[in-house]
């Protein structure tokens, strides 16, 4: 209707990761791209957590070894000043994010690194996730340092990699992740932003922004173990079948052993319903 129009993106399956472009005919006859390049990201699934950052309950910071710009909640310093690898500016609008030390302007990473660590995620009644995050990562002498983004499927004691960012001219960057092509997916999700510059020998500069934790539709029914959409006696069975194999299909209580405890955790699922 005049200046405004509508498109309907089909209906894509649970995690899909896709992108949009705009293109139109000019008069000139060009045409032209909107953006020019990539596209706008769009993520389709039920978003479970969504965080702008103006509160950020549960994230924690750890450093080592760090001199200067530890990760801290606020509005960045911003390009412009002598710090001129900082954002200008959050990602989505909202004012606030994580920046290395947003403080009086002063972002540079000396040493560290310092880690920003999520609070324990449960996603156990999921198969899968996509853990979407805006990210900043700027180094001057586009050196060795690093942002290094990790997940945890055991409460932070250990940790995987999924991205190892070097400097990124392009400013603000949206990633998507699967969470299960990296770590078991399980009420014991975790993850960490680790930014470093040792030697400190360079402008080092980190902000995330717009967290988002994405799944596919209604929450998995663990104790319907026959998959037929009910709960009876056959899940029982299968139940007991599993168990009876050594299947860790049967491992309920999610500790890498078959005992009492899955029986008990199976029951308790089985009672709750789905």
């Known amino acids: 209707d005049g200046d405004e129009f509508v498109a309907t993106i089909p209906g894509q ?4 990761d896709l992108a ?26 039920e978003v479970v957590v969504s965080l702008d950052f103006q509160t950020a309950p549960g994230w924690t910071v750890q450093n080592e070894s760090l001199e200067a710009g530890a990760w801290a909640r606020g509005v960045p310093g911003g390009a ?5 690898e900082d954002p200008p500016a959050d990602f989505d609008g909202s004012g606030a994010g994580f920046f290395t030390d947003p403080r009086g302007g002063n972002t540079d990473v ?26 900043w990562f700027r180094n001057d002498d586009r050196d060795i340092d690093r942002l290094r983004i990790e997940f945890s499927d055991d409460g932070g004691s250990t940790w995987s990699l999924a991205e190892n960012v070097s400097d990124t001219p392009e400013g603000w960057v949206v990633a998507s992740l699967r969470a299960a092509d990296i770590v078991t997916i399980n009420d014991q999700f975790r993850v960490r932003f680790s930014a470093t510059d040792n030697p400190n020998d360079s402008v080092t500069e980190a902000g995330l922004d717009a967290f988002r934790i994405i799944v596919a539709g209604d929450p998995v029914c663990r104790a319907d ?15 007991q079948n599993l168990f009876d194999a050594g299947d860790l299909g049967a491992d309920f209580d999610g500790n890498g052993e078959l005992n009492i405890f899955d029986f008990l955790e199976f029951q308790n699922e089985f009672s709750a319903g789905c």
Do not use: K, N
Not at 80 to 84: F, H, K, M, S, Y
């Open 20 to 45: 949009y472009f705009i293109t139109a005919d000019a008069d000139t006859g060009d045409t032209v791209r909107v953006p020019a390049d990539g596209g706008f990201p769009v993520l389709v699934g």
């Open 225 to 239: 173990l026959d998959g037929d959409g009910e709960l009876s006696l056959f899940d029982f069975l299968a139940f």
């Open 13 to 16: 399956a649970g995690l899909t």
């Open 110 to 135: 000396d040493g560290g690194p310092t880690r920003l660590l999520s609070p324990v995620f449960d996603l156990s009644a999921y198969d899968d996730a996509l853990i979407s995050y805006a990210r």
């Open 80 to 84: 412009g000043d002598d710090r001129d």
